[in-house]
Structures are given as C-alpha cells and as structure tokens.
C-alpha cells in the first residue's frame, strides 16, 4: 500500500493489520513511516520503504518485498498529490506541477501496477486505486488533480478488461478530512467532514464480498 503514513492510507493499513494481513507500505517521509510501521507491527509483519512512488527504483523495491513474503494478493494505489494550494483554475494552473501532479497520481500508480501483475496474476489478486469525485464532477478549481484522477480511473476501468484474472476495483472514498483535503482548502475549517476511519469499513466490505472489477463509492456502499 502506498501513501501509508497518514490519512486513508494509515487507516487502511490499520484495518488489514488488524485482520491479519502482512504489509507492505510506503510513504515519502520516512519518519512518519517509521512511526505508522512500529505501530503497525504489534498486530502484523510489517516492511516499510520510504521513498518516492514516482520513482521506478522504489517501485521495484516495494514489489520485491511483497515477493519476499511469498506472494502479492492486493495492492492499494493510494498515494497522491493534490497540486498547488489553493487551487488554481486550469488558464492559470503551471503546466511543470501538472506535470508532477500527473507523474505521481496517473504514471505511477501504472507503473507500479506493471511492476505487481505477475504476482497478481499468480494469485487471482486485487487491484484498488483510490480516486475522487473530483474525477467526475466538475468542480472549479479541481481541474488538474481532477483530470488526474480521471485518467486513473480510465486506466482502471481499462485494466479491468485486459486483466480478467486481476479485480480492479477505482474506490472513491467521500470527502474526508485529510491533511491533503486541508490543503485543498487553506485556511478553512474542514473539521466537518468525516474521519478517514469511515471510509475503511465500506472499502473493506467490496474486498471481502469478492465484487466484480469496477467503480464504487463510498456513499454506495454505505447503503447497499
């Protein structure tokens, strides 16, 4: 799992240590990482890596741990860049943090994808990327992590039909309140959105009801 220090990353590495899953996560700050890992590890076997998810080496190294112990039977894209804060309306968004923006929520997420499908495949395994609402909708000011997400989810939704022995699941976990959402919205109380902690238990629901590759939200799933 990537982007596993903080947020919906933390939360969810949370939930599958509690249940008995050994991890693999990642995030950028390695103190932070070291703290999620040493917390973790009380209830599962833990590798953590530090480092950049838009680099290839990285990549590498993630997969060859989850080799290591044995197998990959889910990986969970869920590291991303929000962009400049506030944000910036498309005629003024600079095309060099596009640019990373797209680097980090669309081509590495792919890359990293290719790095873990032989396993995989192998196992009959699970593919989720985390996406947004802001894939869809179009709000002002959303329009380069938007577009990145959205590019995500057509990967997904393409993936999906390439990889029949590989469920691929594109999870739009609601508004949360993360420090990413914070920066959405500098200066702003966001204290009103929900936990990150509520969007784990409907994630978990779709992985363990075994549903079919597509895209779901969180609000869905909360209903059904």
Do not use: C
């Not at 929000?82 to 923006?101: D, F, H, I, K, R």
């Not at 919205?185 to 929900?194: A, L, N, T, V």
Request: charged share 20%; hydrophobic share 40%; aromatic share 4%.
């Amino acid at each position: 799992m990537t982007g596993a220090s903080r947020g919906l990353g933390l939360a969810l590495a949370r939930a599958l240590a509690s249940d008995g899953w050994a991890l693999v996560i990642d995030a950028r700050g390695s103190e932070a990482l070291d703290e999620a890992a040493e917390a973790l590890s009380e209830k599962a076997k833990v590798v953590a890596i530090a480092g950049d998810v838009a680099d290839p080496d990285h990549r590498s190294r993630l997969v060859a741990a989850a080799a290591e112990f044995g197998g990959l039977d889910l990986l969970i894209n869920n590291a991303s860049v929000l962009g400049p804060s506030p944000q910036p309306n498309l005629a003024e968004y600079p095309l060099e943090v596009l640019s990373t923006v797209y680097d980090v929520n669309v081509t590495a997420p792919l890359g990293l994808i290719q790095e873990a499908l032989p396993l995989l495949r192998t196992s009959g395994g699970t593919i989720v990327n985390i996406t947004s609402d802001a894939a869809i909708e179009n709000y002002e000011g959303w329009g380069g992590y938007g577009s990145s997400k959205a590019a995500l989810e057509q990967i997904s939704n393409v993936l999906a039909a390439e990889e029949p022995a590989v469920t691929v699941i594109w999870f739009d976990p609601g508004d949360m309140n993360t420090a990413m959402h914070q920066e959405a919205f500098p200066g702003e109380d966001i204290s009103d959105r929900p936990p990150p902690e509520a969007s784990v238990p409907p994630l978990l629901k779709i992985l363990e009801s075994g549903r079919p590759s597509g895209r779901y939200r969180k609000a869905e799933t909360d209903s059904s």
